[in-house]
């Protein structure tokens, strides 16, 4: 008890700092997160027990197997987290609310302690989220909630598998515990796309990896066929994105921009219908448009989605090598912001030449090999610009793993960005400070 007691006594000390104006949303949190830990139970004692259900014993000992193969196989944290059950009486573990200004896709952010800025505010209770949303509208923001399954208190705690999610199919359980893991191997406080992007990369290679040894021909084929269908379905996302920017970047009058961004948000729908006839008419994301999609929704897919593309080409160049990607990440999340943005913008929207391995985007460059480098996959830092994209070339070495497992070596390319526009443009965020 004193061990459990030790880390929320912590947290409520450090929530305490934020001040008393505060106090009412962090302790519908403190309570929320004391009542999971409070009726978790081990799945071990679960199983054992004459009293579980056939069925819910089947979920449990199949979570417990994922978890086994995200430690073991993905060199995930090797902890309790995932290794306890939580009955709940409500649809989600919590929810979660999202905003951005009316004209503008830049999310806005709630600054919280310890886990510094987030695109994103929590609650246990449906009902106070959608009043907070509503305030947020009020005010002129476009809003989001969206139901959260679990979620991760990034080593806090030993985080239980909550009951909404224990009947899931296995790919999406074990992405689902994979992706939630990784928040416990890496989180960057106050760089929720750099953090989501770093566990869906880890969630989708993960799953990948489970279902060649783990599932059968039919549920490979789905998978296969969901991942193609993402593969069609962001990139339209992302369009729509672009189109709108442009449209809040011009010098057109507040109300022109308003009727511009309802022909653009009408014209995402269509092309969405077209999109689910392709697909036979599969209607998994149907849920993104109830009620309208807007800019938070936008905002929220950009959190989770945009550096997954430079994230898939880091482990890619790891050869399959975990350890070795999260070392690369891990020296990512070293570098100031800007540039760890700029690095990553350019992965993201780097492409192969038709021939050869050579990159190319907007002054990023992929070059021959530079040297040997060790087994474990290393990033070296050669005179970091002082701001992205501004002052000399610098180099971002990302040595490799071999592909010949038996060969301790490995090549090393490097990333360089020189005097230009980065991939990816940067706007300054909306903070505010509950």
């Known amino acids: 008890m004193v061990r459990r007691a030790r880390p929320l006594a912590l947290l409520l000390a450090a929530l305490a700092l934020a001040g008393c104006a505060n106090l009412g949303y962090y302790a519908q949190s403190v309570r929320g997160q004391a009542a999971l830990l409070a009726h978790r139970e081990p799945i071990g004692k679960l199983l054992r027990s004459p009293d579980t259900p056939a069925a819910l014993k089947s979920h449990l000992a199949l979570a417990l197997r994922i978890r086994k193969f995200a430690s073991r196989e993905l060199g995930l944290p090797d902890n309790a987290s995932y290794r306890s059950y939580v009955a709940l009486d409500r649809p989600y573990l919590s929810w979660a609310v999202f905003a951005a200004p009316a004209l503008?896709?830049?999310?806005?952010?709630?600054?919280?302690?310890?886990?510094?800025?987030?695109?994103?505010?929590?609650?246990?209770?449906?009902?106070?989220?959608?009043?907070?949303?509503?305030?947020?509208?009020?005010?002129?923001?476009?809003?989001?909630?969206?139901?959260?399954?679990?979620?991760?208190?990034?080593g806090w705690f030993a985080d239980p598998l909550p009951s909404t999610v224990i009947d899931w199919p296995a790919p999406n359980l074990a992405g689902l515990i994979f992706h939630e893991l990784a928040h416990q191997e890496l989180f960057v406080p106050g760089d929720s796309r750099f953090d989501e992007s770093f566990a869906v990369a880890v969630q989708e290679a993960g799953v990948a990896r489970w279902l060649r040894t783990h599932a059968g021909t039919a549920e490979r084929r789905a998978w296969r066929a969901s991942r193609r269908r993402e593969a069609t379905f962001y990139p339209l996302i992302a369009t729509t994105r672009h189109r709108l920017a442009r449209l809040y970047a011009s010098e057109r009058a507040p109300d022109a921009k308003r009727a511009g961004k309802a022909r653009i948000l009408r014209e995402l729908r269509e092309r969405y219908r077209v999109l689910k006839t392709s697909w036979g008419g599969y209607a998994g994301y149907d849920h993104w448009f109830d009620g309208g999609m807007n800019n938070a929704k936008l905002a929220a897919l950009q959190t989770y989605r945009e550096y997954v593309p430079a994230f898939r080409r880091l482990l890619a160049r790891a050869h399959g090598n975990f350890a070795a990607f999260y070392a690369t990440a891990r020296a990512?999340?070293?570098?100031?912001?800007?540039?760890?943005?700029?690095?990553?913008?350019?992965?993201?929207?780097?492409?192969?030449?038709?021939?050869?391995?050579?990159c190319n985007c907007d002054g990023v460059s992929d070059s021959n090999d530079v040297g040997r480098a060790s087994p474990a996959l290393q990033v070296a830092q050669r005179g970091f610009v002082r701001r992205a994209g501004l002052g000399p070339p610098a180099t971002l070495v990302i040595a490799t793993t071999s592909r010949d497992p038996t060969t301790s070596a490995g090549r090393a390319r490097p990333y360089r960005w020189h005097n230009g526009d980065s991939c990816v443009g940067r706007a300054s965020a909306h903070r505010r400070r509950l």
């Open 104 to 154: 503008s896709l830049t999310p806005v952010h709630w600054c919280y302690p310890v886990v510094g800025c987030a695109v994103y505010r929590g609650y246990f209770r449906r009902a106070a989220a959608e009043a907070f949303a509503a305030r947020l509208h009020r005010h002129g923001d476009d809003v989001y909630v969206s139901g959260v399954p679990d979620y991760s208190t990034l």
């Open 332 to 358: 990512l999340a070293r570098l100031p912001k800007a540039q760890r943005d700029t690095v990553l913008g350019a992965l993201s929207t780097c492409t192969k030449r038709p021939a050869g391995d050579a």
